[in-house]
C-alpha cells in the first residue's frame, strides 16, 4: 500500500491500541493532506466486534496522535562516537545489528543477549516473530511489564491450579457481586465495555459491587460497599475477610469439599486472625468488612478482578493468594470465576528457571522487571552484555530510572526496534524503525473471555511511513543475515506454498491449506532450530499468498493450529472442527476473513468446575507453606510507627482519563490534566500549606521531582498519586518538551516483592514541600 493508494476517505476495521481491551473501532482514513501523509480521521466503535460489541472510552478517538506526527522515526539510526545518530540504509542496518549480536554470542554465548519487549498494549506479532531472532542467537534471557505486576499472580494460579497457565478471569455480565482490588476499571478497563457494565451492576438491586481502594475512585463511587483500605493495608484487610467468612461460617463448604484439598492451614492461619485489629490496621471500619464480606460469601456468584493497587504493592503476591483463596472458599470456581482457553499464551506454564547471575526465580518463565539491572551491571561472567528491545520502554517503565539508563549505557551492545524516538531508544547503538500497528497487520494475545474467546487480527489500514518496515520483515532479515535457514532449507515449502491462494475466500481446501500445512509440519520436526525460526520462514513462505495488508499475519497460521490441538473441544465449540490440519486451518482461514475478530473457542458450560485445574487429582491445592509464612507476619505489624522522615505513600503511577502509558508521546493528546497532577488528600494539603494548582517538590529516596498539586477528597489521607506515562519527551521543533513527571526517577529498585521481585510502585515512601 502507498499513500497514492489512499486516494478518498474510507474507513476501516481496526482495534483500539491503548489498553488490553483492544476494542474493535472504525478508523476514518483520510487522503494525503500538505505532508503527504494519509492519517486516521474520526474513530467509532465497532459494533461487530465480539468483545466490544461498538463501545470504545474516550482515549479512542486520539489515536491520530500516536500514528502521525514529528515523534515517528522513518529510518535505521546508528549512534556515532559523538553519541548522536546518523541514518543508515537497512542494508547496513542489517547486518551490523546481526554481526554485534553474533559478536555477542559467540564470544559469550547466546544467553547474554537479553530481550526486553514483545509488544504493549496492542501489538504481540513482534514477540512473535522475535522468537525466530532470538533463536538464531540462543538467547534465553526475557522480560517484560507482565515481570513488573502479574508474575506473582501467575505463580499462585500454579501453586492452586497446577500450573502457570491456569488463569482466572471474571463472568462480569453475570456475576451476582462485582469486587475490584486495587483496580479501577471506569478508568482502566480490562474488562470489556467497563463503563456501561459497572452501570449496569450499579442499577440493578440485586447485584452489588464491592472495592477495595485507598482512593475514592470512579469505580468506588458507584460500589456498594467501598472498603477505603490504608495504603498497603490490603493484606490485613483481605486477611480479616477471609477470617470473618471462615469464622461465621459463610464457606460453601460441599463446594470446597469436592473441589479443593490441603485447606486445613490455611483455615487454621484465618481462625487465627485478630479480626478487629487487622480491620483497624487496614483503616477500614469491622462492621463494613463484615457486611461486605457477607454480602461476597452469600452471593450465588461473585468474580473478583486484582491489579496494580496490590500487585505493585506490599505483599504483592500474598495479597494474590489472600483475594483468590476468598472466591474458592466461597464456592465461585465455575460461577464467578473461570479458568479460560488462550489463543497463545504470553507466559510461560512453569517457573522452573533462575536469572544467571543472582539466581532470582523467573516466575511464569519470565526475567523480574527488578533485578534487570542486577543482572548487567556486575563483572559476573553470565551477565548481560547485549539487549535487543522491541514495543516497550524500560527505561521509562521500570523502577529507578537512573539505575535503568547506568544499565542500558553499560551494555555492549543495545539495539531498539520502536516507532518513536523513546527514552530507551535514546541509549541504543542502533535503532531500527518499525512500521505503526495502523501500516501493519497486529494482533494481542490478551484473549482471557469465558465463555467465547475472541482473537482479533488487524488489517492495515494505512501505507507504511518512510523506510520503516514491519518487525516481521526486520526478524526475517536479522535471521536470514545470522544464518537461521538458507534457501535450500527453504525449498519444500515454497513449492508447497506456490500452490497456496489466500488471497480472497474460498471453500474449505480450494486455496491449498491442507497440503501447505502437512509439507510445513513435517518441515518444522526435522530439526529443531526450524521449530524456533519457524515464525520468520512462514512470512517468507506463506506471507507472500496472504492479502497485502495481511502478510505479518503469517505467524498466526502456526498459532492456530497450536490452539486447535490444544483446545480441540473449545476450538470445536466455535465451529472449527475436523482432524488436524482441517479445523487449525479453518481457524486460520476465519482469523484472515473476519475483520472484526472471530471467536476461536467457547468453553463448555455446566460442566465441572476443576475440568481446568491439571494437578494430579484434580482438586484446587490451597496450602502454599512460604505465603502462609508471610501470612503469619501480619500479626507482628498492626501498629506501624509513623516514618518521620516518609509521612506519605507515593502512588506513582495512576491511571487516569488522559494517560495510556508512553504509547503517546504528543502532550497534545490530553483534553485535561496536561501536566498531570500530584493528588493530595485536603488534610494533608493544608497540613504542609499547598493550595489547589500550586507547584510542590515530591521527594523520596531515589529522587525528587516538582509538578503541580491537585487537591481530591477522594484521595486518602496520607496518600499522594502520580500518573503513569508522563514525563516523555516529544520533539516540538524547539529542542522537545518534556511534560509531566516520569514516575520511576521516583522509584527504587530494591522495593519488591519478596517471592515475585515485583515493584513497590504503589507504595513508594514520599514526602511533599511546597516549591
Ligand atoms: N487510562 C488508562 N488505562 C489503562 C492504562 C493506562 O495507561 N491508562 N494502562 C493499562 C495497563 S498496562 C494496566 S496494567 C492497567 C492497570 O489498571 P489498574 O490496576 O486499575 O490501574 P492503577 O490506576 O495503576 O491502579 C489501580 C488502583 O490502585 C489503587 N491503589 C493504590 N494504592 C493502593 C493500595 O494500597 N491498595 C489498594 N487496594 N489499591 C491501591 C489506586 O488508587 C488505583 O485506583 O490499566 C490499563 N488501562
Ligand atoms: N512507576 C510505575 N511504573 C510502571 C507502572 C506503574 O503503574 N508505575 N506500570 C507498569 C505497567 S503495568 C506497564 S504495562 C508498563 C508499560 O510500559 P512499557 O512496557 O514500557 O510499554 P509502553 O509504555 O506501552 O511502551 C510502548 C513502546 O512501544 C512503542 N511502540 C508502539 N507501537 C509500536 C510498534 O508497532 N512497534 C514497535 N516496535 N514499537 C511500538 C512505543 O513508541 C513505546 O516506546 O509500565 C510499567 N511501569
Ligand atoms: S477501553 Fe478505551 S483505551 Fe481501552 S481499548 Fe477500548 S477504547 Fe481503547
Ligand atoms: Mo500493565
Not at 474510507?10 to 505532508?35: K, M, Q, S, Y
Not at 564470544?107 to 531472532?133: R, V
Not at 469486587?179 to 478497563?189: D, L
Not at 464467578?336 to 511464569?364: E, I, K
Amino acid at each position: 500500500m502507498t499513500a497514492a493508494d489512499v486516494a478518498e476517505t474510507r474507513w476501516e476495521e481496526a482495534a483500539c491500541i491503548l489498553c488490553e481491551n483492544n476494542c474493535g473501532v472504525l478508523l476514518e482514513i483520510t487522503p494525503p493532506g500538505d505532508d503527504g501523509r494519509a492519517r486516521i480521521g474520526r474513530v467509532r466503535g465497532d459494533k461487530n466486534h465480539p468483545n466490544s460489541q461498538g463501545y470504545t472510552c474516550n482515549k479512542a478517538r486520539e489515536l491520530d496522535h500516536y500514528q502521525t506526527g514529528p515523534h515517528r522515526l522513518t529510518q535505521p539510526l546508528r549512534r556515532t562516537a559523538a553519541g548522536t545518530y546518523e541514518p543508515a540504509d537497512w542494508d547496513t542496518a542489517i547486518r551490523e545489528v546481526a554481526a554485534g549480536f553474533a559478536r555477542l554470542r559467540d564470544t559469550h554465548g547466546g544467553e547474554t543477549i537479553f530481550y526486553y519487549g514483545g509488544g504493549g498494549q496492542g501489538n504481540h506479532l513482534p514477540g512473535a516473530y522475535a522468537a525466530a531472532t532470538r533463536g538464531a542467537l540462543g538467547s534465553k534471557f526475557a522480560s517484560n511489564a507482565l515481570a513488573q505486576e502479574k508474575t506473582g499472580e501467575f505463580w499462585v494460579d500454579g501453586q492452586l491450579f497446577g500450573n502457570e497457565h491456569c488463569h482466572t478471569t471474571g463472568d462480569w455480565e453475570h456475576c451476582e457481586v462485582a469486587v475490584f482490588v486495587g483496580k479501577n476499571p471506569w478508568q482502566t478497563h480490562g474488562v470489556h465495555r467497563a463503563r456501561t457494565v459497572l452501570r449496569e451492576i450499579a442499577n440493578d438491586p440485586d447485584r452489588s459491587m464491592v472495592v477495595i481502594d485507598p482512593r475514592r475512585t470512579e469505580t468506588a463511587e458507584l460500589a456498594d460497599f467501598h472498603l477505603q483500605v490504608r495504603p498497603g493495608g490490603d493484606a490485613h484487610l483481605l486477611a480479616a475477610m477471609l477470617a470473618i467468612a471462615v469464622t461465621e461460617d459463610l464457606l460453601d463448604n460441599p463446594f470446597v469439599t469436592e473441589h479443593a484439598e490441603h485447606t486445613d492451614k490455611l483455615l487454621d492461619a484465618a481462625r487465627a486472625v485478630d479480626i478487629p485489629a487487622y480491620c483497624q490496621r487496614a483503616g477500614v471500619d469491622e462492621q463494613l468488612v463484615r457486611a461486605a464480606t457477607r454480602r461476597i460469601a452469600t452471593a450465588s456468584s461473585a468474580a473478583f478482578y486484582e491489579d496494580l493497587g496490590i500487585q505493585q504493592n506490599v505483599h504483592s503476591t500474598l495479597n494474590s493468594y489472600l483475594e483468590k483463596s476468598l472466591w474458592l472458599l466461597t464456592g465461585n470456581l465455575g460461577r464467578g470465576m473461570h479458568l479460560h482457553t488462550a489463543f497463545q499464551p504470553l507466559w510461560s506454564a512453569h517457573s522452573s528457571r533462575a536469572t544467571p547471575v543472582t539466581n532470582t526465580p523467573m516466575l511464569a518463565g519470565i526475567v523480574p522487571c527488578n533485578v534487570i539491572t542486577e543482572e548487567i551491571l556486575t563483572d559476573h561472567p553470565n551477565r548481560f552484555r547485549g539487549a535487543l528491545v522491541e514495543a516497550n520502554n524500560p527505561v521509562h517503565s521500570l523502577a529507578d530510572s537512573h539505575r535503568m539508563r547506568e544499565a542500558f549505557e553499560a551494555l555492549e551492545f543495545l539495539v531498539v526496534i520502536d516507532v518513536a524516538m523513546s527514552e530507551t531508544a535514546r541509549l541504543a547503538d542502533w535503532i531500527l524503525p518499525a512500521s505503526s500497528q495502523f501500516e501493519k497487520a497486529e494482533a494481542t494475545f490478551f484473549t482471557s473471555e469465558h465463555p467465547a474467546n475472541a482473537f482479533h487480527l488487524r488489517h492495515a489500514v494505512l501505507p507504511p511511513l518512510g523506510d520503516t518496515l514491519p518487525e516481521a520483515e526486520i526478524h526475517r532479515r536479522l535471521v536470514r543475515e545470522l544464518g537461521g535457514y538458507t534457501d535450500d532449507d527453504l525449498e519444500a515449502l515454497l513449492a508447497a506454498a506456490a500452490d497456496v491462494d489466500l488471497s480472497q475466500p474460498r471453500e474449505d481446501d480450494a486455496d491449498g491449506l491442507d497440503a501447505f500445512a502437512l509439507t510445513f509440519l513435517g518441515w518444522a520436526s526435522e530439526l529443531p532450530l526450524r521449530t524456533k525460526v519457524a515464525p520468520a520462514v512462514l512470512y517468507e513462505v506463506l506471507g507472500p499468498r496472504l492479502p497485502d495488508n495481511l502478510r505479518e499475519g503469517a505467524v498466526t497460521f502456526a498459532l492456530a493450529h497450536q490452539v486447535a490441538l490444544r483446545n480441540a473441544k473449545e476450538v470445536a465449540n466455535a465451529g472449527f472442527i475436523g482432524d488436524a490440519p482441517k479445523a487449525g486451518n479453518a481457524l486460520f482461514r476465519a482469523i484472515l476473513e473476519r475483520r472484526s475478530g472471530t471467536v476461536f473457542a467457547i468453553d463448555d458450560e455446566d460442566v465441572d468446575p476443576n475440568a481446568r485445574v491439571i494437578r494430579d487429582g484434580g482438586k484446587v491445592n490451597l496450602e502454599i507453606p512460604v505465603l502462609l509464612d508471610e501470612l503469619a507476619t501480619l500479626a507482628d505489624d498492626i501498629d506501624p510507627v509513623p516514618d518521620s522522615d516518609w509521612p506519605l505513600i507515593l502512588a506513582a503511577g495512576e491511571r487516569r482519563a488522559f494517560t495510556a502509558n508512553t504509547i503517546f508521546r504528543d502532550p497534545d493528546w490530553r483534553k485535561r490534566d496536561r501536566e498531570g497532577a500530584v493528588r493530595v488528600h485536603p488534610k494533608d494539603a493544608a497540613d504542609l500549606g499547598i493550595a489547589d494548582g500550586a507547584r510542590v517538590r515530591l521527594v523520596t529516596r531515589a529522587g525528587h521531582a516538582e509538578g503541580v498539586a491537585m487537591i481530591d477528597e477522594d484521595m486518602a489521607h496520607g496518600m499522594v498519586s502520580l500518573p503513569n506515562g508522563m514525563g516523555v519527551d516529544f520533539p516540538d521543533g524547539n529542542g522537545g518538551t518534556v511534560t509531566g513527571v516520569a514516575p520511576n526517577e521516583l522509584t527504587s529498585h530494591d522495593e519488591r516483592d519478596p517471592i515475585a521481585a515485583t515493584p513497590h510502585h504503589k507504595h513508594v515512601k514520599a514526602r511533599l514541600e511546597p516549591v
